[in-house]
Structure formats: structure tokens, C-alpha cells
């Protein structure tokens, strides 16, 4: 099995309740690599660019004024399987739903504010990274 990258991003209610490090904590728990992070603040412009496969979604206007309400870390995590080992790792969008024992399930406020962003498959991640960060900004983990 090839190794995977995929974009997680610990969404501005994560970064205002100060679990920033359980949430990595718990990344590297699941052996995933942070191969490169930051901290930035989107404009509602920029979140309107990252979202826009959303865009016209009832939720489009909430996630994106969310998304540029505070400060979020982006970062890029590796590891086979990478994409859906992380969105188990999250859990469901709804806290509510989400299994125990996940980042939502354990952090999550609510299905607006649910402190986590997970691509959805490798070829979004691929997209969703590029978006964050330019190939400088990525380290080479594995050879």
C-alpha cells in the first residue's frame, strides 16, 4: 500500500478552546506524519475559495464566515491510507454522530463548529494541500 497525504485543518473553534495540541497529540497517537503546518487566518474570501465545491449548499454562508472568524492550522499528515484513516480518526460531521473516542466526538461543540477539517479523497487532499501550502513548504518523510 502506497503512502497517502491528506489536509487536515483544526478549524478556528479548535484554536479559541486551546486543543490544538490534544488534537495533534492524538494525530501522532495514529502514527500519522505531520510533514508540514501553520498557523493563518483566511479572509472570507479565501474561505469562499477553499469551499467552493460547496458554494450554493445552504451551509456555504455559516462555513464560510466560520472559517474566517479566527485563527486555523492547516497541515499536511502522511501515512498509508492516510485519507480515510484520518476521517475515521475525526469521526462523523455531527459530533452527535460521530464514534467514541474521535476528535469530534470528544471536541466538537456542534455540526457547524465540529473543530476539524479532513479531506475527503486523495484527490481532493491533493487539491486541498496545494491550496495551503506550495511544494517548498512540504518535507519528505518517507523515501
Known sequence: MAV?????ILKPDCV??????AVVKQI???????????????????????????????????????MSSGACVPMVLEKENAVSDFRKLIGATD????EHGTVR??????????????SDSPENAGIEIAYFFPISELVQMHK
Open 4 to 8: 497517502e497525504r491528506t489536509l487536515a
Open 16 to 21: 479559541r478552546k486551546d486543543l490544538i495540541g
Open 28 to 66: 501522532q497517537e495514529n502514527e500519522f506524519k505531520i510533514v508540514s503546518l501553520k498557523m493563518v487566518r483566511l479572509s472570507k474570501e479565501g474561505a469562499e475559495g477553499f469551499y467552493e465545491v460547496h458554494r450554493g449548499r445552504p451551509f456555504f454562508e455559516d462555513l464560510t464566515v466560520f
Open 95 to 98: 459530533p452527535a454522530e460521530a
Open 105 to 118: 466526538k470528544l471536541y466538537a461543540d456542534s455540526k457547524g463548529e465540529n473543530i476539524v477539517h479532513g
